[in-house]
């Protein structure tokens, strides 16, 4: 039996693989290199049933990493604790790293969400990594919804995203890149934005492979068509459910958004697992309302209750 790494171990807190053009650009800080103190962010978070609630049951935080308590806010559904998950330091800036463990045991429902935009800086020697680690068990309910990804000038960031979702488990992921400080007039003036999002099954059966690649630097990989599109926002929620046919949940999708003023993409998932959806606009407010859109339409068809207003400062 192997025996899993430290907590402090770069093999615990680094990605498995860091991209090769992430990797040409990595020098030796002038500040703090990776792994010394205030550089790695651990947060650990295991959730269980009890009684007729979900409760947070297991948590270790390394700062800049934190969360609050998590609070019972949807009076539709009493029993699903909303966690805010809170970094101390601003934003991640240079030779961060960053590890994210979840795990919602059997029959669990939670939100999870940031309590604010990431922030991404700038970065002149090294890059900056955030790995999360998401593990739904048997009949969970997991709703994954973080806050925007704002690329600073010259940002170099890696983020890779693994989830592990049981067959009758039900997991709403999304994710949110802006090109850049648009009130700053920045757009793609960011150096590298790479980001990795596996979805599997416990077995390790691949359902979902998401590979976003964005270098402003190369032709097309930006402004292309499967990425921005000459967009400033691009959104995206993924779906993954037993509850709903894949068709019925990609329907509910494209009917929520037929109406709400942006561009849009919705597709079903292999093995009829669920489905997805892409959005791309330029009012930061029209696609966050989008997103929360599509959210709300998943949650009626699945669960039968709308989603709550969320408060964030």
Same mark, same amino acid.
């Given at each position: 039996?192997?025996?899993?790494?430290?907590?402090?171990?770069?093999?615990?807190?680094?990605?498995?693989?860091?991209?090769?053009?992430?990797?040409?650009?990595?020098?030796?800080?002038?500040?703090?290199?990776?792994?010394?103190?205030? $550089?790695?962010?651990?947060?650990?978070?295991?959730?269980?049933?009890?009684?007729?609630?979900?409760?947070?049951?297991?948590?270790?935080?390394?700062?800049?990493?934190?969360?609050?308590?998590?609070?019972?806010?949807?009076?539709?559904?009493?029993?699903?604790?909303? /966690?805010?998950?809170? @970094?101390?330091?601003?934003?991640?800036?240079?030779?961060?790293?960053?590890?994210?463990?979840?795990?919602?045991?059997?029959?669990?429902?939670?939100?999870?969400?940031?309590?604010?935009?990431?922030?991404?800086?700038?970065?002149?020697?090294?890059?900056?990594?955030?790995?999360?680690?998401?593990?739904?068990?048997?009949?969970?309910?997991?709703?994954?919804?973080?806050?925007?990804?704002?690329?600073?000038?010259?940002?170099?960031?890696?983020?890779?995203?693994?989830? @592990?979702?049981?067959? /009758?488990?039900?997991?709403?992921?999304?994710?949110?890149?802006?090109?850049?400080?648009?009130?700053?007039?920045?757009?793609?003036?960011?150096?590298?934005?790479?980001?990795? !999002?596996?979805?599997?099954?416990?077995?390790?059966?691949?359902?979902?492979?998401?590979?976003?690649?964005?270098?402003?630097?190369?032709?097309?990989?930006?402004?292309?068509?499967?990425?921005?599109?000459?967009?400033?926002?691009?959104?995206?929620?993924?779906?993954?459910?037993?509850?709903?046919?894949?068709?019925?949940?990609?329907?509910? !999708?494209?009917?929520?958004?037929? /109406?709400?003023?942006?561009?849009?993409?919705?597709?079903? !998932?292999?093995?009829?697992?669920?489905?997805?959806?892409?959005?791309?606009?330029?009012? @930061?407010? $029209?696609?966050?309302?989008?997103?929360?859109?599509?959210?709300?339409?998943?949650?009626?068809?699945?669960?039968?209750?709308?989603?709550?207003? !969320?408060? $964030?400062?």
């Amino acid at each position: 039996m192997t025996q899993a790494p430290a907590r402090l171990d770069p093999a615990h807190y680094e990605p498995r693989r860091v991209p090769a053009r992430m990797l040409e650009l990595t020098g030796i800080p002038d500040t703090l290199a990776a792994g010394r103190p205030g $550089k790695v962010g651990l947060l650990e978070l295991r959730y269980a049933r009890v009684g007729e609630r979900t409760e947070l049951v297991d948590r270790y935080q390394k700062s800049p990493l934190q969360i609050m308590r998590p609070l019972y806010v949807d009076p539709e559904r009493p029993d699903m604790p909303f /966690t805010y998950l809170m @970094s101390t330091g601003g934003g991640i800036v240079q030779a961060d790293r960053n590890r994210i463990d979840i795990d919602c045991g059997p029959g669990t429902a939670v939100h999870l969400t940031t309590q604010a935009a990431t922030k991404l800086h700038r970065v002149e020697f090294d890059h900056a990594t955030q790995v999360v680690r998401l593990t739904a068990g048997a009949d969970s309910y997991v709703e994954y919804l973080p806050d925007p990804l704002i690329p600073y000038r010259d940002a170099r960031f890696y983020q890779q995203t693994r989830v @592990s979702a049981d067959p /009758t488990a039900t997991v709403l992921l999304g994710e949110t890149i802006a090109a850049g400080r648009l009130a700053r007039g920045e757009r793609h003036a960011y150096r590298l934005l790479f980001s990795d !999002l596996e979805i599997t099954r416990p077995d390790g059966d691949l359902l979902v492979l998401d590979t976003v690649r964005l270098d402003p630097h190369e032709s097309g990989s930006v402004t292309g068509p499967a990425v921005f599109g000459g967009h400033d926002l691009m959104a995206t929620l993924f779906a993954l459910t037993p509850l709903a046919p894949a068709a019925a949940v990609a329907d509910a !999708l494209h009917e929520a958004l037929s /109406t709400a003023g942006v561009v849009f993409g919705v597709s079903v !998932l292999p093995d009829d697992c669920g489905a997805w959806v892409r959005i791309m606009g330029s009012d @930061s407010p $029209k696609v966050a309302r989008a997103l929360r859109t599509a959210w709300d339409a998943v949650r009626r068809l699945l669960i039968g209750v709308p989603a709550p207003d !969320l408060r $964030k400062t």
